[in-house]
């Protein structure tokens, strides 16, 4: 009964992170979107689709595991729509279980010829789910399944051109909580980003990009994420990445086609939980879909 104890502990708990620190990629640079309502993709007639799925800390029995599908639509030269869904899950026996919708509105002023400012405002629902049907001791008072469903709304401002980004955003603007009759099992808390990058042309066919992610919370330790990709002959993207005293990242990302991206990254864990599990895997597949055969317009791809 008390290790039955612990682990719930241990699920509750991690729901609370989840709640106070959202599911964490590694590969979020092809989906900015999921930090700033304002990114855009910015290449009007292109409709990009994509899907991730990450399972985080392989070898702890009920780690997280992730799912993200995304797309950016363009509405016209200034207006880009992106939709996001994550489906989250944490827990075995009880799991919690996490689904986010979100729709972001990106609105884009021209600053200079080249230099663009949009802005961005985010919609959508979060639900959350506590299960325990699967622990022996279902039934008890104290674990009682439950589901709760909130409002959600952000905000932010992405400057960019063709070289460089940089971007601030709050992505949940609404704090919520939700209780059980005897305890506070889920606090949702306000997240502010900073987002930068800077792409530096070495040829025609090597481009490198050092970028950075600085992420803030309310009674967590300030997150930072410093990272280099490179991109070669159009066609191949190397990176590696490190987030202050917690892990480092390679990543690998394949152009099958001008159109067509998979990726993959692995995420080798510095802190304590190192013993426990042997790193975390991610995979996405992005797609481009040209819906006005813009011919040659896009067929080097924007670096960000």
């Given at each position: 009964m008390k290790t039955i104890y612990i682990f719930i502990a241990f699920v509750l708990g991690s729901s609370s992170v989840i709640a106070q620190q959202t599911p964490h990629y590694s590969q979020y640079m092809y989906n900015m979107g999921i930090v700033n309502p304002a990114y855009m993709i910015n290449e009007p007639g292109v409709v990009q689709i994509g899907n991730l799925f990450r399972k985080q800390?392989?070898?702890?029995?009920?780690?997280?595991?992730?799912v993200n599908i995304f797309s950016n639509i363009p509405l016209t030269d200034k207006m880009e729509i992106g939709v996001n869904f994550v489906n989250d899950r944490i827990g075995s026996q009880?799991?919690?279980?996490?689904?986010?919708?979100?729709?972001?509105?990106?609105?884009?002023?021209?600053?200079?010829?080249?230099?663009?400012?949009?802005f961005g405002l985010k919609t959508g629902l979060d639900n959350i789910a506590l299960d325990f049907t699967k622990?022996?001791?279902?039934g008890d008072p104290m674990f009682q399944?439950?589901?709760h469903t909130m409002l959600n709304i952000g905000t932010g401002v992405f400057l960019f051109k063709k070289r460089y980004y940089a971007g601030f955003s709050i992505p949940?603007?609404?704090?919520n909580d939700l209780n059980s009759s005897t305890s506070h099992l889920y606090q949702s808390k306000s997240h502010l980003y900073f987002i930068s990058g800077y792409v530096f042309e070495i040829s025609d066919k090597l481009?490198?990009?050092?970028?950075?992610i600085v992420k803030e919370v309310s009674g967590a330790p300030l997150s930072m994420e410093a990272l280099v990709n490179m991109l070669i002959n159009n066609?191949?993207?190397?990176?590696?990445?490190?987030?202050?005293e917690d892990s480092i990242t390679g990543i690998v990302n394949f152009y099958i086609t001008p159109d067509l991206r998979i990726g993959y990254a692995y995420e080798y864990t510095l802190s304590r939980l190192q013993q426990f599990n042997s790193g975390s895997h991610e995979l996405i597949l992005i797609y481009r879909l040209n819906t006005v055969?813009?011919?040659?317009?896009?067929?080097s791809p924007r670096f960000y």
């Open positions: 800390w392989v070898g702890i029995e009920g780690a997280p595991r992730t009880a799991t919690v279980t996490q689904n986010i919708f979100d729709i972001n509105f990106a609105y884009k002023v021209k600053l200079t010829e080249k230099t663009n400012l949009s622990m022996e001791n279902y399944n439950m589901s949940n603007l609404i704090p481009k490198l990009k050092p970028s950075v066609k191949v993207e190397l990176g590696v990445s490190s987030r202050y055969k813009l011919s040659n317009s896009y067929t």
